[in-house]
């Protein structure tokens, strides 16, 4: 089996990105790999030249931007103080397309992500990012389904 130097998570904090984190780290500790948390901030849908009071999208932006970073350093500081060798990153874009150019700029191994199983109508409204990863990556994607409770 390939040693894994570097994984690429991405959460965006669910439940299944958190469980996709996991054993993302459980994975790192066995190969002793660099971990790389990604969280990417979808960009916004640009509203500019409709009638919405009281916004201002640069300001809104940077909220978004600054709530981004608070939750990555809390999750970071919760789960990760026992394991040195990680690096965490926020990014905007598309998040299919940042996840796979961050894992290359980041020479990856492996991408973990998480896939909350939608079916039907909300996959073709909603899409799967873990499916568009999966589809276009050059690179190994480990997909981590949440287990249902019974």
């Known amino acids: 089996m390939k040693d894994f130097k570097t994984i690429l998570v991405a959460v965006d904090f669910s439940d299944s990105s958190i469980n996709a984190f996991q ?4 994975m790192a500790r066995k190969f002793s790999a ?6 990417v901030i979808n960009e916004p849908v640009d509203l500019r ?11 809104l932006e940077e909220e978004i ?3 981004a970073h608070k939750m990555m350093d809390s999750f970071c500081r919760q789960n990760l103080t026992d394991y040195a060798d990680h690096e965490c990153l926020i990014v905007a874009g598309i998040p299919y397309e940042q996840i796979i150019d961050q894992a290359s700029s980041k020479s990856a191994d492996l991408i973990v992500l998480g896939t909350h ?4 109508l ?6 799967s990012t873990a499916e568009k990863v999966v589809r276009k990556s050059p690179f190994p994607v480990l997909t981590v389904r949440l287990e249902e409770e019974s």
């Not at 054993?23 to 459980?26: E, G, K």
């Not at 660099?34 to 969280?39: D, E, G, S």
């Not at 199983?117 to 039907?120: F, P, S, Y």
């Not at 909300?122 to 899409?127: N, P, T």
């Open 23 to 26: 054993l993302a780290l459980s």
């Open 34 to 39: 660099k971990l790389v948390l990604l969280h």
């Open 49 to 59: 030249g409709f009638y919405v009071p009281h916004i201002s999208f640069e300001k």
């Open 65 to 67: 931007e600054e709530g």
């Open 117 to 120: 199983g939608r079916t039907g």
């Open 122 to 127: 909300d996959h073709v409204l909603f899409g």
